[in-house]
T-cell receptor
Framework: GENVEQHPSTLSVQEGDSAVIKCTYSDSASNYFPWYKQELGKRPQLIID?????GEKKDQRIAVTLNKTAKHFSLHITETQPEDSAVYFCAASIETGGGNKLTFGTGTQLKVEL | DTAVSQTPKYLVTQMGNDKSIKCEQNLGHDTMYWYKQDSKKFLKIMFSYNNKELIINETVPNRFSPKSPDKAHLNLHINSLELGDSAVYFC?????????FGSGTRLTVV
């Protein structure tokens, strides 16, 4: 089955700096890669996703990149703010018509310090 | 209107008891899931239903039994609760791809 590794497990940055979280996946058939943000005591929420036919996607201060050959993908957050502090999860799956099983990475605790 | 709602939000119970968690979604999604998040925050799939049919059943003890009376509901019943079952259980739904998660049920077995 799919295996997703995520690094680092914790990340501290100063407000205004950039943060990068990296993930690798094992199943070359995976074609959908979402990122979730989970604030303390809350549900995971989808913040951005990318499909295997695209190499990069941006949404304001957030961007994701995908390298299919190397089987890794990354989340980039620019101009970090205190409200970006949370646990971030990457995930991978094979899209099918009947739903998809997301395999999650182990999470990255991001702390943005003032 | 909450898109994916779970009840109860907190559940404290003794070892050996049987308990249920309910989930409902009003998004019209075809697929629903149960995930377990342990104390280290790791999210692991347990079950998935598509249009009331079980499509994913991971290596979960048979003390856990999901039930989907219709495609908007997916409940989780747990028999003979053990200390190791303590975790946060998230229900989710999807249409094709990205999940919408419920707010979670924090289960504590004492």
């Amino acid at each position: 089955g799919e295996n997703v590794e995520q690094h680092p497990s914790t990340l501290s940055v100063q407000e205004g700096d950039s943060a990068v979280i990296k993930c690798t996946y094992s199943d070359s058939a995976s074609n959908y890669f979402p990122w979730y943000k989970q604030e303390l005591g809350k549900r995971p929420q989808l913040i951005i996703d990318i499909r295997s036919n695209v190499g990069e996607k941006k949404d304001q201060r957030i961007a994701v990149t995908l390298n299919k050959t190397a089987k890794h993908f990354s989340l980039h957050i620019t101009e970090t703010q205190p409200e970006d502090s949370a646990v971030y999860f990457c995930a991978a799956s094979i899209e099918t018509g009947g739903g998809n099983k997301l395999t999650f990475g182990t999470g990255t605790q991001l702390k943005v310090e003032l | 209107d909450t898109a994916v709602s779970q009840t109860p939000k907190y559940l404290v119970t003794q070892m050996g008891n049987d308990k249920s968690i309910k989930c409902e979604q009003n998004l019209g999604h075809d697929t629903m899931y149960w995930y377990k998040q342990d104390s280290k925050k790791f999210l692991k799939i347990m079950f998935s239903y598509n249009n009331k049919e079980l499509i994913i059943n991971e290596t979960v003890p048979n003390r856990f039994s999901p039930k989907s009376p219709d495609k908007a509901h997916l409940n989780l019943h747990i028999n003979s609760l053990e200390l190791g079952d303590s975790a946060v259980y998230f229900c989710a739904s999807s249409h094709l791809t990205g999940y919408t998660f419920g707010s979670g049920t924090r289960l504590t077995v004492v």
